[in-house]
Each structure stands twice: as structure tokens, then as C-alpha cells.
């Protein structure tokens, strides 16, 4: 089940860059008497505007307590005799007919977040109709290099001593967690750089592996790296997260490193993010190596798997379910 609080549905529906990129590329693609499929349809917006736009049936499924309000919504604007809502696991659900377009949100602040990427896979195989429609079509992903002392410092001040006691055992763990933040773009060392695509019509549920090298032309401190998507929901039709226009609901990302790393102009920058399921989520692995004059001068490594201490008996339980 998600973690999403009422509050929180209510900023996702509240969202106009978000909502409203959405509801025009349901007007633009559904066709008159067509089946749609919303996966993960939380509150059921998108089901109830799939159906407006002329779907002859619709189908929402969702996991979360939250198809209960989608429930009252459905029938409050009389859209229950074109809306059905399953309330189950979409790995468990079979559909009277093949869906002609299948539409989902099911992003945290990067597409990959708690196992989405494998129930999209399921449902588009065993849902959709052969060459049915995804909105979105694909997702891009973004990478820059960072300075930003204060996100760092916020990250790092908890762990240090007081009452004169060391609490730098906590340190490690609070550097290995994935973070939202919006990292300015004066703080970007480099150019962004598109390190992968997922194209939601083909794309397959297998480890991740994003790379890419800067070559800086000015000097300054690595704090660690941040990363968005952009969007194309339909042709003509998307968005971004980018911290360098206006925030949607997503927020942006940032992958800290505990040490930060001074550079210099002409310093060749590689960094490597790396994404595997791990149970019903994922496992984060960022990398930063930094080469002067082809020498590599520092290497920087964090994990999401260091996120929180485990004991032995935890590990081995881990182990056993992998």
C-alpha cells in the first residue's frame, strides 16, 4: 500500500502543471467509445476525465484506501455507469476487455518508486491491447553535478556532537537516502545531461544503470548530484521537473555524497546512478569518480542500502527474499 495521506492526494489533483498536462493529452488521445484503463488511480480523477473525454468504459484500479473517494467521486458526478473502480493489486486483476489506452502516474521524485516500473510492465502486457496507448509515452532523465553547502549542511548538522557526546554513527546513514530537494540553478556545476529514457510502451523492468562525464570549465565543490524527469505525455504535450522551472508536485531530486569533493576547471567529472529492485522498491547506488590531467583523484560512493541500520537477522531475511 502507498504512503500517500489525503493531504498529499490533494497536492497531486491540485497540481495544475502536472493536472492539467494530463487532461489535455486525455482529450487529445481518447476516442469515442474506447476502453481506458487508469492504473493506480488514486483519487480517480483521471478516470473521471478519461470518461468526459468520450471513453465508453473505464477501468481504475488502486490498492490504496484511497478508491473509497474515488468511489463517492465517481457517483457525485454521475460517472458511475462508465467508471468501474477495482479496489485490488493490478497484477491480480483481469479485465473484461483489453484496454485501448492505459494512463498512470506512479512516480515518486523519479520515475522509479516502489516497484512501479514492474506493475506498469504487467498491466501493458496483459491489459492493454496490442498497440494500445500509454500516457505517459516515455520519461527522460536528467543529471547535473552540484554545489550546495547549505542542503549538505542540513543533511550533516544532526549528526554532530553534542551535550559533548559524538553522534557521528548516525552520519553515514542519513548520506545514503535519496533526497527532494531543489538544487538552484546557480549551485549546477555542468550542463544537465539526459542519461537515459524510459519508453513506457517498450521498456522492460531491469536494473538501471545511468552514465555520464562532465568536463568542468570552472572550479568548485561537489555536494553531491541532482536529477529530474521531463515528460511527453502525448505529441506536443509534457512537462518538467526541472528546478529551473516553475515546482510541481514531484520536486526534484538530489543524491548527496557525505564527503564533498573540491574540482577544478578541466577536471573530467563521471558519474554513475544505479537503479535494482530490491522487494516491492528500489535500491539507489550513486557514484561520482573525478580524473585531473586522466588521473582519478577522488572517488565518491553512496547507497540507499546503508540508508538505516540493520541488524544481522534482517540482512539474512533480506538475503533470503532476493
Known amino acids: ?43 480517480g480523477l483521471m478516470a473521471m476525465v478519461a470518461a468526459r473525454c468520450g471513453a465508453a468504459r473505464v ?6 484506501e484511497a ?71 516515455r520519461d527522460r532523465i536528467l543529471l547535473v553535478p552540484c554545489e550546495c553547502d547549505e542542503a549538505h549542511r542540513e543533511i550533516a548538522s544532526p549528526w554532530e556532537s553534542r551535550h559533548g557526546l559524538d553522534l557521528s554513527a548516525g552520519r553515514r546513514h542519513a548520506f545514503s537516502s535519496l533526497k527532494r530537494r531543489r538544487i538552484p540553478t546557480s549551485g549546477w556545476l555542468a550542463e544537465p545531461a539526459v542519461v537515459a529514457t524510459i519508453d513506457y510502451a517498450v521498456c522492460v523492468d531491469e536494473p538501471a544503470i545511468w552514465r555520464h562525464t562532465w568536463t568542468l570549465e570552472s572550479g568548485g565543490t561537489v555536494h553531491g548530484i541532482a536529477g529530474w524527469f521531463e515528460t511527453d505525455l502525448a505529441p506536443g504535450i509534457g512537462y518538467t521537473t526541472s ?37 516491492e522498491d528500489y535500491c539507489w547506488r550513486w557514484v561520482l569518480d573525478v580524473y585531473r590531467h586522466g588521473k582519478c583523484v577522488a572517488s565518491r560512493r553512496q547507497s540507499t542500502f546503508d540508508s538505516r541500520p540493520l541488524s544481522l537477522d534482517r540482512l539474512r531475511t533480506m538475503r533470503d527474499q532476493s
Open 243 to 279: 528546478p529551473a522551472a516553475p515546482e510541481t508536485v514531484y520536486g526534484s531530486a538530489f543524491f548527496p555524497f557525505e564527503q564533498p569533493t573540491d574540482v577544478q576547471a578541466g577536471d573530467c567529472l563521471c558519474a554513475e546512478v544505479r537503479v535494482d529492485a530490491l522487494g
Open 1 to 43: 500500500m502507498n504512503s500517500y495521506s489525503i493531504s498529499g492526494y490533494g497536492h497531486m489533483v491540485s497540481d495544475p502543471i502536472r493536472v492539467d498536462a494530463y487532461v489535455a493529452a486525455l482529450a487529445k488521445l481518447v476516442r469515442p467509445g474506447s476502453v481506458v484503463l487508469d492504473l493506480g488511480c488514486g483519487t
Open 59 to 64: 477501468y481504475g484500479i488502486e490498492f490504496d
Open 67 to 137: 478508491i473509497e473517494l474515488a468511489r463517492r467521486s465517481v457517483r457525485v458526478n454521475g460517472l458511475d455507469h462508465i467508471v468501474t473502480l477495482l479496489n485490488a493489486r493490478s497484477q491480480m486483476v483481469a479485465l473484461p476487455r483489453a484496454a485501448d489506452l492505459m494512463v498512470f502516474d506512479l512516480r515518486g521524485v523519479l520515475p522509479m518508486y516502489r516497484g512501479s516500473l514492474a506493475a506498469i510492465i504487467d498491466a501493458r502486457t496483459r491489459l492493454l491491447a496490442p498497440g494500445g496507448t500509454v500516457v505517459p509515452a
